[in-house]
């Protein structure tokens, strides 16, 4: 009895932390090109105090958010777009055929707050909330929740008849407040699980991407399932945000690793014994799939267990460093210089021609306060304005 007591005592004191060694909470964990923080785990009781601030803070952002004069503006924007003929969301679906009347009376209710402005402050605010009653209705996905009260709560509000009544300033301030309580709580459960996206990662042997950018869909995933947390549900985060990340690290390998892109329905469909695709379609897509080249850049870390290839055009000329931070950016502004300052913003904005990340029509129609369709139209004029010959000329040289 006394040896087996020594032998389990000598066992526990070997797994006992070195001095001086930090706690592996601490450790960082890096590829060569992303440095990953790492934060002790949660507890049970502290994902869940995390998860109902997040879900708090949302339901929170659905009351501020058509209350907010740019957020007002910003459903009614996506609204039109749907009603022109845009892509619709899916948790629009079923109040589509509503959606143009519903449309008319929020437009009529926010003209009619405006009108009455400071003189009937009161009666504003009361014509103002019929029309958010009505955007109520128009409920959002929690990214697109997140998204567009994070583009209104950083853009500043134009000085207007809507942004002197006080219950409105109240809005402005309670809606940055809301974001930023959210931001802290995401932050609180997304930290911790960078070790189970790494974890995710390495199950995974990738010969179209590099591990980092994997890391990042993953990341991505992660984010997601913070939004779509249940904690009354009794589930550790963790293993509810593992389907999350495992999707999206999927979906990443399907859509972006090889150089022809085939849909992930239509791989599925291959996978099925009752396919609805013909055979002859079939063959052809197994026969894409089997002869796309896949991409790879190569890094350390996957050296070992993926190939690199390198795709070259041998008929194309060899292109300088000045040529593509000299040469071309001068042809590029020159030609942007023929269009009017409007559609030069918008391009260049979508395009992330003055050094900032490419925007989406969304982030843009934010930005100069017009509809996404609108910002649209703006961008097929410019570019159809670029193809006519004094334009084409200066850029024809550099298309290869």
Known sequence: MSARRTKVAKKTKSQAPRKGRPPKAEVGLSFSDLEIPVKPLLTKEQEARAGTQVQLALSRLAELLPRHPLGYRRFLARMHEVVVGGGLMFSWLSLRESMAADLKKAVRNLNRAESLGERDP??????????????RTYPLDPETLYQW???VGNASVPRGVLSTLP?????????RRVLDVLEEARDQLVLPNFRLVLKEVFRYHPTGMRRSDLFQE?????????????????TRFSTYATYWIRQAIRKSLID?????????????ALRKSDSHLAPDEADRVRRIMSETMLFSAGESEDSNDRNSFVVKDPSAPELGEELHVGVIPRAVSDALDGLSTREREVLQRRFGLGGE??????????RMNLSRERIRQIERHALRQLRQPQFANLLRDFQY
């Not at 993953?218 to 009794?234: E, I, M, N, Q, W």
């Not at 990340?357 to 934010?366: A, H, M, S, W």
């Open 122 to 135: 009161a009666g504003a605010t009361r014509a103002f909330e019929r029309g958010v009653k009505i955007l």
């Open 149 to 151: 009260s994070r583009e």
């Open 167 to 175: 219950r409105l300033q109240k809005v402005e301030r309670l809606l």
């Open 218 to 234: 993953g990341v991505l995933g992660l984010h997601k399932a913070v939004f779509r947390y249940d904690p009354t549900r009794s």
């Open 256 to 268: 972006k690793s090889r150089l022809i892109r085939v849909p992930q329905a239509v791989q599925e």
């Open 357 to 366: 990340r490419p925007q989406t029509l969304e982030e843009i129609g934010i």
